[in-house]
């Protein structure tokens, strides 16, 4: 009698649930999410930029939810560890990336062989902000403005050197190398900071870097800056001219960051962490925290910010194309 009866109440379940909308079995699940803890991938050290930031939203996000929301730092390999831990989790919105650039546009760019795809592993949940570079020398340099770093590299192309910190800043050095009409000869490095160190030791000629780490040193004295890279100038350093204002007509380059789901996380729990993610991104202390920082908040919702990605990679082909990079 008992079996029959459960026989009973299973058929009565499954005729309930066919006659509910389509999708909203989904949507119930994803009105609970998070039931569980959920991690940001950071494929940047403790104390990046990109790191901390995070965390605010991590903080942030938690405050919301009540579930943790636990920074994990995978850096190295050109953010492919990072990458591949996201791409390879499961779609249920527990694992979440927060990426800059170089790994879902950059890397599209320079890399034949890639351990992920990013235009087809991630799904896109929102963008979040972005922030402005300097084009630095020592201040022992005897270039005083882009003016005179373009002229000397027109006397000696590939004579001068510069300092890359990512493969991103690579690309970037070489549209303002075509905007500007100059040869230079790449050096990689691993990471920013490195990068940073030698250029404001003699080592390298040039860097272009992110304000947030090489401020400290133009305002310490060992690097100068020649030139930011957004469209206006940066109220830390008002005396310090645009790179376009400096003769490199339509170059801008700016870092961006924003967040990214595994592929196939259902839409419903997409659309809610897009949702949460733009109200931090307009709370006064996220504008406060990336005014510190030198940026600025640049939202979008999850459809634009896969139009933009596109966009980027595109552009970022161009470029490479023109200058001859081959994807290694």
Known sequence: MTDFRHRIERRRILAALALLPLGSAPLAWAQDYPSKPVRFIVSFPPGSGADTLARLYARRLQDMTKQPFIVENRPGANSFIAAQAVATAAPDGTTLFFASNSPVVVNAVLFKNLPYQPMNDFAPVARTSRGTNL??????????????????????????????????????????????????????????????????????????????????????????????????????????????????????????????????????????????????????????????????????????????????????????????????
């Open 135 to 328: 084009l630095l020398v020592p201040q022992a340099s005897p270039y005083k403005t882009v003016a005179d770093l373009v002229e000397a590299a027109k006397k000696a192309p590939k004579k001068l050197n510069y300092a890359a910190g990512s493969a991103s800043y690579q690309i970037a050095t070489e549209e303002f190398a075509e905007a500007v009409g100059a040869d230079f000869t790449h050096v990689p490095y691993k990471g920013a900071a490195p990068a940073i160190q030698d250029t404001a030791a003699g080592v390298t000629d040039f860097t272009i870097a992110d304000i947030s780490a090489s401020l400290p040193l133009v305002q310490g004295g060992r690097l100068r800056a020649l030139a930011v890279t957004s469209d206006r100038r940066h109220a830390a350093l008002p005396n310090v001219p645009t790179a376009i204002e400096s003769g490199a007509t339509g170059f801008e380059y700016y870092n961006w960051t924003a967040v990214f789901a595994p592929a196939k996380t259902p839409q419903a729990v997409v659309d809610k962490l897009s949702q949460r993610i733009g109200q931090i991104t307009g709370e006064p202390e996220t504008l406060a925290y990336l005014a510190k920082l030198g940026g600025e908040t640049f939202p979008a919702d999850a459809k634009e910010l896969r139009r933009y990605q596109i966009t980027q990679i595109e552009q970022w082909k161009r470029v490479a194309q023109r200058a001859g990079i081959q994807p290694e």
